[in-house]
């Protein structure tokens, strides 16, 4: 049995409610686990130092700059053959420390009754971008990564028609022919939007990106799924997620608002989800620009899935993942002994999750009220999602062995996200527990897990 103590609202412990200014030493474990054969009882109450509020996040540069390869990453892989509404999501993130700022950029590629629709949104500290692609031309790569959108209409159609069939293009080419849309490979991200209801809300940019880490320990285990190998199996579980770039670094400029940012070796951050819609509920977090570590991703979510091969069956999921100076510590249901939370309808995550060899304790929290996006459901984009760019986050881990800190720091450039299908699911704060799977079922996952 495993008990969690975040607030005075569980009761196990008598604990302060968390706030802003709370510590780490306020979250207290205390896991029983009793058998036939043993019983053991221990209690952690690590002493971490409480977040300093004026910690400022900067940017280094990185020397191993690599190609890495996760599974899923080719475009419009998983589209089933039956008719029926489908979608395929990517979340491209770059955050600029030194200003405190970040920028996400979220496409939905959706399948209707009536045909495709293709719709991005931009969202920033401040803003948040809308833009459908009307009379759009989409493109994509059949054997690797590679995608992309030009929007032609008016006096732009004859001129993009003059260009052929729609395709990657050179840079300068695009940016002077194609006046709205987007090209994106592994290697290199361009494009312009203009936000459908406020011509004057406008974003371009052009980012050559460098891959570090994508989604497993760099430069010994092979590259993983991030929901394991059975995210390959066809109408398993619904939706679908993989995390493509977990760490790398962007170079080149965004304009937005008709400001310019340059963007030199700043963090970026690449997801992937597909399906017929998102879960019932989630939360999700997200930071890959600390205070102390340059080489430092952190993604955490918790989400009730559906499990299609049964219906109507649901299952609660969770994970932290923690990519540190090329090591991957991954706290799932086959890889830890449990994954608990504690997150409120807004402005509090609070997640701790347990292996043989580690014991790790996040908490996020956040001022701003966020953006509402919109997310899939099964009758099309619906604003289901609330995001800010502006979230708190510390990290830390702890060596059960030798209660060594292996890791602490701090950000002040988290993305923190909830949504769920309808605003009820998020009357109540939201606390779960995802234990340790079966042994036999731990094995095949880990056993099988990187291979495509």
């Known amino acids: ?30 896991k029983e686990f009793s058998s036939s054969f043993h019983k053991r009882q221990y209690c952690i109450a690590p002493n971490l130092p409480v977040v300093q509020q004026n910690s400022r996040c900067t940017s280094s540069s990185y020397d191993e700059k690599r190609i890495v390869f996760t599974p899923h990453w080719k475009v419009l892989e998983a589209v089933p053959l039956l008719k029926g509404y489908f979608f395929e999501g990517y979340y491209f993130r770059v955050s600029i420390p030194e200003l405190s700022e970040s920028f996400s950029i979220i496409y939905a590629l959706e399948r209707k009754s009536s045909g495709w629709e293709y719709t991005a949104q931009v969202l920033n500290s401040k803003s948040l971008l809308f833009h459908t692609f009307k009379n759009s031309q989409f493109w994509h790569l059949e054997d690797t990564f590679g995608m992309g959108q030009w929007q032609l209409e008016g006096s732009t159609l004859k001129v993009g028609m003059d260009l052929g069939l729609p395709r990657q293009l050179d840079p300068s080419i695009f940016f002077h022919r194609i006046p709205l849309g987007f090209q994106w490979t592994r290697h290199y991200h361009c494009g312009s939007l203009i936000d459908d209801k406020d011509s004057s809300l406008s974003f371009s940019w052009s980012l050559d990106i460098h891959s570090i880490d994508g989604w497993g320990s760099r430069g010994r285990d092979p590259q993983r799924s991030t929901a394991s190998w059975l995210s390959h199996i066809p109408f398993l579980f619904d939706p679908g997620y993989q995390v493509l770039m977990a760490h790398g670094l962007g170079n080149g400029w965004l304009r937005w608002k008709g400001r310019s940012y340059p963007i030199r070796d700043c963090p970026v951050y690449i997801e992937k989800n597909w399906g017929q819609r998102f879960p019932k509920k989630w939360f999700w977090l997200q930071c890959n620009s600390f205070c102390t570590e340059k080489d430092l991703s952190v993604t955490s979510v918790g989400a009730i899935r559906r499990v299609l091969l049964k219906l109507e069956q649901e299952e609660t999921v969770g994970m932290l ?96 996200e909830v949504g769920g299908e309808d605003k009820y699911c998020w009357d109540t704060v939201w606390t779960d527990t995802v234990l340790q799977l079966p042994l036999l079922l731990r094995n095949v996952i880990q056993y099988f897990d990187g291979v495509e």
């Open 1 to 30: 049995m495993t008990q969690i103590c975040f607030s005075k609202q569980i009761g196990f412990l008598c604990c302060p409610p968390l706030t802003r200014q709370t510590s780490f030493a306020v979250l207290y474990l205390r």
């Open 321 to 416: 993942s923690i990519h540190h100076r090329g090591r991957h510590y991954l706290f799932t249901n086959w890889t830890s002994f449990y994954v608990t939370w504690e997150v409120a309808s807004w402005g509090s995550w609070n997640v701790v999750a347990e292996s043989t060899d580690y014991f790790a304790v996040l908490r996020a929290w956040c001022d701003s009220p966020g953006h509402i996006l919109l997310g899939p459901a099964l009758n099309g984009l619906q604003p289901n999602t609330r995001e800010s760019l502006l979230g708190h986050l510390q990290i830390q881990i702890t060596e059960k062995s030798t209660r060594c800190k292996v890791l602490d720091d701090y950000s002040n450039l988290a993305a923190v």
